[in-house]
């Protein structure tokens, strides 16, 4: 049976090899930031139309997809996000981005043609489907609060109720075509920390009479790693880190305030809000013991990404007998946050890794402007994901 589908979803997905390529490589030259996907979107309900896949439009530039089978009120979602990065590609390639300091470094160009393709496979063998699909396709993963909030209180879980949702990210790291699954915690919660750390400026060889904000920023930042070295139970993974730093001085000049901008990641909801406790009293506390006085903004980014153990279990196997044992892999818990968490919190899902992975060339990362991937893994992940669709609906729900 699972051997007689993959058979034919393997022969539907060689038909649109090229297209999956094309679709990607389209929206790879025409990024667009979050909530700024207009185009993006357009695009990709042209295709729906093309493919007779019905479809509607929410959170702004946001698409909710519905592919009916044989049961309308048993549904599971496949979830694409489609925003860029505001980095600039210096990678030359024929799909090289067209948009001066805007380009997909992160792989939601690849992830939206995966699905895209895919269901145009599920929608051509729907009748065969023990229950129906809809296919997400959403703004702002990038940036918070995320777009897949944002769809949720509008409703993409509703009308008919969905009772798992799927999604995939591309991973440079692992050899193209291959997948990789974490049964629970998988991905940290994120938070950004803003602290202007406000002193008295003056002539840097007079220190005496400033309060140096620059100094007592570089304090804060070393204290407040023992949130993390000292405070932080060793069993919870947890990061602290500052990447901007302004204090706008001179050689000789002490400027009146410090600017600070940082992340915290972790892996547990109570810790996490005591750490932002903790980290917004001990920079307080530490301006006040020198003199300054320090105003702490927290913008809380999303929740941890927390795979349904039964399901995740479950779609390994299911990407086994698609795959091949060999190309299913154990993935380690990341640092880096994904808005998908927000559908993990309603009902049961699952995130997945695809490797892109070139072999013979160098890894380039995530975020970086020579990112890349490996197009073949195009045709293993849309594939992967109508396999799933069809397991999940025949095997996990009733």
């Known amino acids: 049976m699972a051997s007689t589908l993959r058979h034919r979803i393997e022969q539907h997905c060689r038909l649109y090899h090229s297209d999956v390529v094309a679709v990607r490589r389209h929206i790879h030259a025409n990024p667009e930031l979050a909530y700024e996907e207009f185009k993006t979107s357009e695009f990709i309900q042209k295709k729906l139309t093309q493919y007779g896949i ?25 979830r694409a996000d489609m925003d860029a990065l505001p980095i600039q590609e210096i990678k030359t390639t024929p799909y090289k981005s067209k948009v001066d300091g805007v380009m997909h470094a992160c792989g939601h160009d690849a992830h939206s043609a995966m699905l895209l393709l895919a269901g145009r496979v599920l929608n051509e063998m729907r ?3 023990d229950g129906s699909i809809k296919l997400i396709f959403q703004p702002s993963e990038e940036k918070i609060p995320g777009g897949a909030k944002a769809m949720i209180e509008e409703g993409v879980l509703e009308n008919p109720k969905v009772r798992h949702v799927i999604g995939q990210h591309v991973l440079p790291t692992m050899a193209s075509g291959r997948v990789g699954y974490r049964p629970g915690k998988y991905m940290a919660s994120s938070d950004e920390i803003f602290l202007k750390i406000i002193g008295k400026g003056g002539h840097g060889a007079t220190p005496d009479l400033n309060i140096d904000p620059v100094l007592i920023a570089s304090h804060i930042v070393v204290a407040i790693q023992q949130v993390v070295s000292r405070m932080a139970k060793p069993t919870i993974p947890t990061v602290v880190s500052f990447g901007r730093f302004i204090a706008n001085g001179q050689v000789n000049i002490i400027p009146d305030e410090a600017n600070l901008a940082g992340i915290l990641r972790t892996f ?15 920079a307080e506390t530490m301006a006040d013991s020198m003199g300054a006085k320090c105003e702490v903004t927290i913008v809380n980014g999303y929740p941890v990404v927390n795979n349904d153990e039964e399901l995740t279990k479950n779609c390994m196997q299911f990407s086994r007998e698609y795959l091949g044992k060999r190309k299913v892999e154990d993935l380690e818990m990341r640092m880096t ?14 995130f997945l890794r695809l490797g892109t992975k070139t072999r013979g060339k160098e890894v380039t990362n995530l975020h970086n402007a020579l990112f890349d991937i490996d197009e073949d893994a195009l045709y293993h992940g849309m594939g992967n994901l109508v396999f799933l669709s069809y397991r999940i609906l025949e095997e996990l729900i009733d």
């Open 54 to 78: 019905p479809f509607k439009t929410m959170a702004k530039t946001g698409i909710v997809a519905f592919i009916e089978g044989r049961k309308k009120d048993k549904v599971i979602a496949l």
């Open 127 to 129: 009748h065969d489907l």
């Open 268 to 282: 547990d909801e109570e810790w996490r809000a005591t750490a932002l406790e903790k980290i917004t009293k001990l």
């Open 337 to 350: 946050a994904e808005d998908f968490a927000y559908f993990g919190h309603e009902v049961p899902s699952t």
